[in-house]
């Protein structure tokens, strides 16, 4: 294990319980990052417009707002979600997702967290994760 590892299982333990959470509640999700802090500090990004652009347009600004807080050299991980479609490992109908990209400064690469699941008559029900190696976008290389 990375010893970048524990951060990013911090990162997903707060991003994914709040987007089933959204799912639960509204069936739907707009796009939401986190970051965390030199001290070990999960923090919203909260800086977003009160308008709720377009989930593209949304998950840009989050990264530049990322990008700036990385910037500043206060962030060593960085997490954003979005609702996707995706084909899960083995199988052949695309499905809906949750999505949560994480990034670590001691990891040259990224790592894209998949939870799909279906809307129901009683509820949301999510599958099992997967997780893919993603290239990084967001931290700037190890310092």
Known sequence: MSSAQPDLDQLLSFMLPFAEQMLEKNEAFHPFAAVLTEDGEVE?????????????????????????????????????????????????????????VLEHLDDDSAVAVFRPYAV????????ELFAVRA?????PGKL
């Open 44 to 100: 919203p990004v909260t800086d977003v417009p009160e308008d709720r652009p377009d989930p593209n347009e949304l998950l840009e600004h989050l990264a530049g707002e990322i990008r700036a807080r990385a910037a500043r050299r206060d962030v060593k991980a960085c997490a954003i979600a979005a609702d996707v479609t995706v084909t899960p490992p083995g199988g052949h109908e695309p499905r809906d997702a949750v999505r949560v």
């Open 135 to 139: 290239e990084r976008e967001l931290l």
């Open 120 to 127: 129901k008559r009683r509820g949301v029900e999510f599958d």
